[in-house]
């Protein structure tokens, strides 16, 4: 089944995707390398942040599929580093991200509910009142 809007929460570890319509989600869970804490030495080179993972953005960007609006939320730097991602490596689907937003670590029930939210008073704004799809 096809749906117009998307969410993905992500952040370094792994990325919740879900595509929905007012009666509807899918969810798919996709997992980055695993996580190691970081410590930054004094005069250390290393930033002490995660490295960015290619192979993990295009997976997320895979998993958005066909979707048409998509919003981005996620502590952190993940959401726009994977945004970042999009405009080098698919800038098709970078044009359909509408937003990026930061929240912390809500549950997927969560993260759905801001994102219908966030998607009714864009459709209300644009007048497609009957798009919350």
């Known amino acids: 089944m ?24 899918q969810t798919k869970l ?3 390398k ?13 930033s002490g942040h995660a490295a960015e993972d290619p192979e993990f953005f295009k ?4 998993a958005l599929g066909d979707a048409q609006e998509i919003l981005v939320v996620g502590p952190a730097n993940a ?3 994977f945004v970042k991602h999009l405009e080098a490596h698919a800038p098709q689907l970078r044009k359909k991200v509408v937003a990026v937003e930061t929240v912390d670590h809500p549950s ?22 009957g798009a919350a799809r």
Do not use: C
């Open 59 to 62: 997976k997320i960007a895979e």
């Open 2 to 25: 096809s749906h117009f809007h998307a969410v993905v929460w992500i952040d370094h570890v792994e990325a919740h995707v879900q595509h929905f319509t007012r009666e509807d989600v």
């Open 34 to 46: 695993p996580h190691r804490h970081l410590h930054t030495k004094r005069n250390a080179q290393a």
């Open 79 to 81: 959401k726009t580093e």
């Open 108 to 129: 997927d029930g969560q993260v759905l509910a801001y994102a219908r939210k966030h998607f009714r008073a864009s459709d209300q704004m644009r007048g497609d009142l």
């Open 30 to 32: 996709v997992h980055g």
